[in-house]
């Protein structure tokens, strides 16, 4: 079974809010080599529907997985990425729609998004299953080049549910919004089932619809980074999340140092160089998870003005950077409509 379900809370809470009970169930397992939540308010589900709805979500990310795992040696981008053709290449419809938003959100960033990047990935260090680099393994600037050749978001296109290469060594990885659209996924089955008030998070990534059970609008936490303790949490601030979603990126736990110099996982497809812009955490706000998923991405490789500048060119999209002040602490800059309040 490609995702276990290693706990599910049947959580009775009530509360009285305007004269109204509401009842809270929550939903966990793993998925994507994280751990997702769900949480229902309703004010009565049936025992037997609770079992549906568990059954559908782990449906829904087992097929998500099942298309874009790159640890599954037999899932879909798998096949593609193995598939050293300039051929069409058949896909479903999820797989072509997840592609094809990836695209969207690559010109939209002048290429600081960019799913292609899997050969820098192995080249730094960061692609799955590797272990960091150590010195000797330090990249040359030849070396560096050499990769950007199979780099490239206009190196793909996408056309109903075929994918065509125009190189055939370029590789995706979609681990950058594959979250982000699991989330939208198991957000719609829910609301398929006309539940109205709902959040959905995987591995940091949520969404939301609706109130919680005390009729309040969902409150989430904005993790501020500890590079020094990793194992630590510490919340500083909260945002209401009402009927939106909600990603965040960040470079301060996982990462290689050389010389005393941090190096961050997140590449510049660019350049091809790991993200020097002092920059810790990027957070969205959007529709969508998967378009909060990767503009957060995105923001992590653009400036800190060019970033807030795009935020600021879309609709129904904010966004805060959590940022280092160079003498140890951060400060939080955010788009002009971000609500954003600290504890």
Known sequence: MLIRTILLFLILLWCCSCGVQHQEFHFNGSTMGTIYNVKIISDKLAIRTLDQIKRGIDSVLISINQQMSTYMYNSEISAFNNHESTEQFPVSSGFAMVVDRALFWSSQTGGAFDITLVPLLYLWGFGPGQDKLILDDFPDTQTVLNRLTHVGFNKISVAENVITKSDPFVKLDLNSIAKGHGVDAVFAYIESRNIDNMMVEIGGEVRTKGTNRKNKPWIIAVERPQVSSLNKKEVDWVVELENSAMATSGNYRNF??????????IIDPRSGYPTKTGI??????????????????ALMVLTVEDGLQLIESLNTVEACLIIHDGKGDYILKKSSGMQIAEL
Not at 256 to 265: A, G, K, T
Not at 284 to 294: G, H, L, Q, R
């Open 256 to 265: 290689f140092e050389i010389d005393d110099e941090i190096y961050s996982h």
């Open 280 to 297: 810790a955490s990027a957070t969205v706000i959007a529709s969508y998870c998967m378009d909060a998923d990767a503009l957060a991405t």
